[in-house]
C-alpha cells in the first residue's frame, strides 16, 4: 500500500471530529494537513435524535470556529431551571432548587440545541474550508520511526500523529491496546421530542424520579427534548409501546404545566454507563470525546467534555506546530493528557454520584438529598458556583473556550 503524507488524521466525523479539524484549520492555515475519515459522511446514518445543552464555553468555541451564527437561530437559551425530587405517584412535585440561566448578564450559561443541525453545519463549514473529508473508516495503523501510518480501507495515509474521535467504541482505542474503566449504569435515557400547548418560557426542568433523571429541556418553539432515565428492560418496553400507550407513560412524567402534550418524531433508548479512558494518549495517538469517557447524561456535559479535549489538544498543536516541533511527540501528548485527565475524572465522579443519589426509592435518602438541595437553594454563592461550573468557564480553560482564536 502507498501512503499519502498528512499532518494529523482524525478517525471520527462527529462533534469532536469535525470541531478539532476546523481548529488546526483556523490556527494553522490549509499548508497543514488535516485528514477527516468516517464513514457517516457518505451516506446518511441513522438520524441522531438528541439535542445537547450546549454550555456558555462551548458556544464561545462555535463562535470562534464561526459555526455559531448557522445554528443560531435554532438554539434555545436556558434562562432558568427547576429540580424536583418525588415519587412517580406524587400529584404535586415540590421545587427544592432554582437556578437563573445566566452566567454573566446577557449571557446564558447553556443553549438547548438539536445534535442534527449542529452536527450539519459542523460538516459544511469543513467543507467551505476544504478540509479533507473521506467518507472511510479507520481499519488499523502501525507506527513507525517518525510517524504513525494510519489505513482507510485500501487507501494509507502517513501522519505525525492519529487522533480517535471515533466515539464511545472507538476501535482505534482498542487496538491501542487502551484500556477503559468503568461500568454500565443497567439504565438506558428515552430520547424522543414533545410538543405542548403552551410555552416553556426557556425553562429546563430536571425531575428526579425514582428510577432515574427526567429531564425537560427546551428547543425552539413549543418544543422540549426529553431525556428520561429508566432502566433498561424498562426503557426498551416503554419505546417498543404503540403511540397511545407510549402517550400514556409518557403523561403520568411529564404532567399538564404545559398543557397539552404530544411526542413528535421517533424515540429511541440510549444505554448509560461510565467510562473512562485509562490513559489519554499512547504513541501517536490522541483520544478525545466519546473515544475518552462516557459519562452520565444527568448534567449534559459529555459533548461539552469533548469540545474542551478538542480545544486543549488543538491548542497544544497549535503551540507546538508554530515552534516547528513534532505535533504528534511525547511532550505535546503528554501536555494534552495533563490538562484534561484530572479534570474529566472530577466531572465523571460527580456525575456518577449524582445518578447514584437520586436514582432509588429511599426515603431516608429523599429526605436528606431534599434538605441538601433546600440549603444550596438558599446560598446565592454556591448557586452561582454550580452555573460557572455548568457553563464550563472555570479551572484552566483552553483558549478557545474563552472565545480566543489559536
Ligand atoms: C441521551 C443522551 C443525552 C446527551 N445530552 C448531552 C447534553 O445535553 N450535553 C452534552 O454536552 N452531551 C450530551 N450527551 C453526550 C454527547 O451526546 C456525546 O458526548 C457526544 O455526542 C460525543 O461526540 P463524539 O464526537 O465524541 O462521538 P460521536 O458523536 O459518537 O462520533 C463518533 C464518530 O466516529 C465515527 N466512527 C466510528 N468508528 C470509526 C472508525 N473506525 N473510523 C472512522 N470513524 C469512525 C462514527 O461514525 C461517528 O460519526 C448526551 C448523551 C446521551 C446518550
Same mark, same amino acid.
Given at each position: 500500500m502507498s501512503y499519502e503524507k498528512a499532518d494529523v488524521v482524525i478517525a471520527g466525523g462527529g462533534f469532536a471530529g469535525v470541531a478539532l479539524a476546523l481548529a488546526l484549520r483556523q490556527g494553522l492555515g490549509d499548508s497543514f494537513r488535516v485528514v477527516v475519515a468516517d464513514p457517516a459522511f457518505a451516506a446518511d446514518a441513522r438520524p441522531d435524535l438528541r439535542a445537547s445543552a450546549i454550555a456558555a464555553a462551548a458556544r464561545r468555541m462555535f463562535e470562534?470556529?464561526?459555526?455559531?451564527?448557522?445554528?443560531?437561530? %435554532?438554539?434555545?437559551?436556558?434562562?432558568?431551571? #427547576? *429540580?424536583?425530587?418525588?415519587?412517580? %405517584?406524587?400529584?404535586?412535585?415540590? *421545587?427544592?432548587?432554582?437556578? +437563573?440561566g =445566566?452566567? =454573566?448578564?446577557?449571557?446564558?450559561?447553556?443553549?438547548?440545541?438539536?445534535? +442534527?443541525?449542529?452536527?450539519?453545519?459542523?460538516?459544511?463549514?469543513?467543507?467551505?474550508?476544504?478540509? %479533507?473529508?473521506?467518507?472511510?473508516?479507520?481499519?488499523?495503523?502501525?507506527?513507525e520511526a517518525s510517524g504513525i501510518s494510519v489505513s482507510l480501507g485500501e487507501d494509507g495515509v502517513s501522519a505525525s500523529l492519529l487522533v480517535a474521535a471515533d466515539g464511545a467504541k472507538s476501535r482505534v482505542r482498542e487496538q491501542a491496546d487502551i484500556a477503559i474503566h468503568g461500568w454500565n449504569y443497567g439504565q438506558s435515557a428515552i430520547v424522543t421530542t414533545v410538543a405542548h400547548e403552551r410555552a416553556h418560557n426557556g425553562r429546563a426542568e430536571e425531575h428526579f424520579l425514582p428510577a432515574g433523571p427526567f429531564a425537560i429541556l427546551p428547543l425552539k418553539g413549543n418544543r422540549s427534548s426529553l431525556v428520561w432515565t429508566e432502566t433498561d428492560a424498562e426503557a426498551a418496553r416503554i419505546v417498543a409501546l404503540p403511540d397511545d400507550q407510549f402517550h400514556g407513560e409518557l403523561e403520568r412524567r411529564f404532567g399538564l404545566h404545559l398543557g397539552e402534550i404530544a411526542a413528535s418524531g421517533p424515540r429511541r433508548a440510549y444505554p448509560l454507563g461510565l467510562f473512562i479512558a485509562r490513559a489519554f494518549v499512547a504513541d501517536r495517538?490522541?483520544? #478525545?470525546?466519546?473515544?475518552?469517557?462516557?459519562?452520565?447524561?444527568?448534567?449534559?456535559?459529555?459533548?461539552?467534555?469533548?469540545?474542551?479535549?478538542?480545544?486543549?489538544?488543538? =491548542?497544544?498543536?497549535?503551540?507546538?506546530?508554530?515552534?516547528?516541533?513534532? *505535533?504528534?511527540?511525547?511532550? #505535546?501528548? =503528554?501536555?494534552?493528557?495533563?490538562?484534561?485527565?484530572?479534570?474529566?475524572?472530577?466531572?465523571g465522579v460527580a456525575t456518577d454520584g449524582l445518578n447514584r443519589l437520586f436514582s432509588n426509592e429511599s426515603d431516608v435518602l429523599r429526605l436528606m438529598r431534599d434538605v441538601g438541595l433546600g440549603l444550596v437553594d438558599r446560598m446565592p454563592a454556591l448557586k452561582s458556583f454550580f452555573i460557572r461550573e455548568a457553563a464550563g468557564v472555570t479551572g484552566e480553560v483552553p483558549k478557545l473556550l474563552r472565545g480566543e482564536a489559536l
Open positions: 470562534t470556529l464561526d459555526v455559531w451564527d448557522a445554528v443560531a437561530d %435554532e438554539a434555545q437559551p436556558i434562562l432558568d431551571m #427547576v *429540580v424536583t425530587d418525588s415519587k412517580l %405517584e406524587h400529584a404535586v412535585r415540590p *421545587v427544592f432548587l432554582t437556578f +437563573a =445566566e452566567v =454573566e448578564p446577557g449571557q446564558p450559561f447553556a443553549h438547548m440545541i438539536e445534535n +442534527a443541525p449542529l452536527t450539519a453545519a459542523l460538516v459544511a463549514k469543513a467543507r467551505a474550508q476544504g478540509i %479533507e473529508l473521506r467518507a472511510m473508516a479507520v481499519t488499523g495503523f502501525a507506527n495517538i490522541a483520544l #478525545v470525546g466519546d473515544a475518552a469517557h462516557v459519562i452520565h447524561p444527568i448534567a449534559g456535559q459529555g459533548l461539552n467534555m469533548g469540545l474542551r479535549d478538542v480545544a486543549a489538544l488543538a =491548542e497544544a498543536i497549535v503551540d507546538a506546530a508554530r515552534l516547528g516541533l513534532d *505535533v504528534g511527540g511525547v511532550d #505535546v501528548l =503528554e501536555r494534552y493528557q495533563r490538562w484534561r485527565r484530572f479534570d474529566t475524572a472530577v466531572m
